[in-house]
Every structure is written in structure tokens, then in C-alpha cells.
């Protein structure tokens, strides 16, 4: 059976985007180690309360661009209020500044992406680029990596991607396969509407977690390894 439609993630598919947070996460849990002098928690501690406070707000704010910068202004005021420190006004607006920095480009595809994808395409193969997140920010992510140019359309969602994969692939799922880092929206999604399903792992937050038997699905360490991959699914 060929496959004939490919739909790809963005963040951590074919761009690079969780390491945009590593150096505002450090840098805002010093901002709060600073602000609370000696009755502050131990780093661990905040870090993990901060991821609490962050997962929490998936579902008020979805993976708009203000929930990040919120969750650590929160966290912030939860340990101020636990410590007796009165909250600063300061603070709160250099945590807002510095956690917003993730989304600074620039945005670039990784390295041999575009030729996987090219070689995709020479095949016949339809390719779809499938986003959750900001529509402006992801946007801005997609012309800035130049993939328009290599992808037969682009769809960004606010949260969920599996009506999209379903108006893709129509009635024929089993020609269609799925790639992505997140079990839970790429993976899962796939599976369920009976398409191949690609996982490419990658060091990011627990929300892309999901348990699903690793035989309902193909894994790949980097977006190069997939041409080879689907003819080998299509020989199998």
C-alpha cells in the first residue's frame, strides 16, 4: 500500500523550538530565587511547581504565548505568598520579559530536513505540515524556516490536530502516516484514525506523553531517517 499523504509537526519535527525555553527557565527561576532571598525553596522544588502551574494552565490557555510567561508569574506569587514576601511589581514584569523570549527567532528547519523533504515530494507523495500553538507566533516560525515552499499546505490548530488529519486522509487512512514528538497529539491521533504513525522523540515537556503500546507505532531519531522509513512501511 502506498503512502500517499504525509503529515508532518512543526516544533521538534522539522524545526528545532524546546531549547527556546531552557534559557528562560533558568533565568526566571533566578529571577525568583533573587526576589525571595533566604525563603526561597529549594531550585528543584520551584522548578517542579512551576511545570505544575504550567500544565494547569494547557487548559484555560491552551498553547498560546501568554500561558508560559503566566505560569511563572503564578509561581512567583504562590511562593511569595507561602513565604510572607510581599509581591513585587518589578518582578512580575521581568518574569513576563524574560520568559517571553522563547519565542525569538530565529526559526530553521534541522539540518537535512529540507532534502527529506524534497525527496518526499519527488516520490509523489502529498506533504502536510500540521501545528498546535499561536496562530502568529507558528506562522511566523513557518516563513521564517521557508517550509511553505516545500510542503503542499499548512494547518495551524490551536490545540487538537485529529480533525485535521481526518479531513487529510478522508476515507482512505491507510494511505496517509503521521510525524511527530507528541504521543498525545501527534501519535495518539494517528493511530486511532488507522494511519501509520511516526514518532521522532525529543527532550520536551510532559504534556506530549501518552502510554500506547510501542507496536502501534514507528519511531525515527530525526526527520532524515523518513523516506527510507516509508518505503520500507510500503514493502513491509
Same mark, same amino acid.
Do not use: Q, T, Y
Given at each position: 500500500m502506498k503512502i500517499r499523504k504525509i503529515c508532518l509537526d512543526l516544533d521538534d519535527t522539522l524545526i528545532p523550538n524546546t531549547y527556546k525555553y531552557h534559557g528562560p527557565i533558568l533565568r526566571c527561576a533566578m529571577i525568583v530565587v533573587r526576589a525571595l532571598g533566604h525563603r526561597s525553596v529549594y531550585p528543584p522544588?520551584?522548578?517542579k511547581i512551576q511545570m505544575e502551574i504550567d500544565l494547569g494552565l494547557?487548559? #484555560?490557555?491552551?498553547?498560546?504565548t501568554d500561558r508560559f510567561?503566566?505560569?511563572?508569574?503564578?509561581t512567583y506569587e504562590r511562593l511569595a505568598g507561602l513565604a510572607g514576601v510581599p509581591i513585587?511589581?518589578?518582578?512580575? #514584569? =521581568?518574569? =513576563?520579559?524574560?520568559?517571553s523570549e522563547f519565542q525569538r527567532g530565529p526559526f530553521?528547519?534541522?539540518?537535512?530536513?529540507?532534502?527529506?523533504l524534497r525527496r518526499l515530494a519527488k516520490e509523489g507523495r502529498e506533504l502536510h505540515v500540521i501545528t498546535a500553538g499561536d496562530e502568529t507566533l507558528q506562522w511566523r516560525k513557518i516563513d521564517e524556516a521557508g517550509i511553505a515552499s516545500y510542503v503542499d499546505s499548512v494547518h495551524v490548530t490551536p490545540m487538537k490536530k485529529k480533525d485535521i488529519l481526518a479531513s487529510i486522509v478522508k476515507d482512505r487512512p491507510q494511505e496517509g502516516a503521521m510525524v511527530g514528538d507528541s504521543k498525545k497529539s501527534d501519535i495518539l491521533p494517528a493511530i486511532e484514525l488507522g494511519m501509520?504513525?511516526?514518532w521522532l522523540p525529543s527532550e520536551t515537556w510532559s504534556f506530549v506523553n501518552a502510554d500506547i503500546d510501542e507496536t502501534k507505532y514507528h519511531r525515527i531519531k530525526a526527520v532524515t531517517e523518513l523516506p527510507d522509513l516509508i518505503r520500507k512501511l510500503e514493502t513491509a
Open positions: 522544588e520551584l522548578l494547557v487548559n #484555560e490557555k491552551g498553547f498560546s510567561p503566566l505560569s511563572w508569574v503564578l513585587d511589581p518589578k518582578v512580575v #514584569e =521581568r518574569l =513576563r520579559s524574560v520568559a530553521r528547519m534541522f539540518p537535512g530536513a529540507k532534502r527529506a501509520a504513525a511516526i
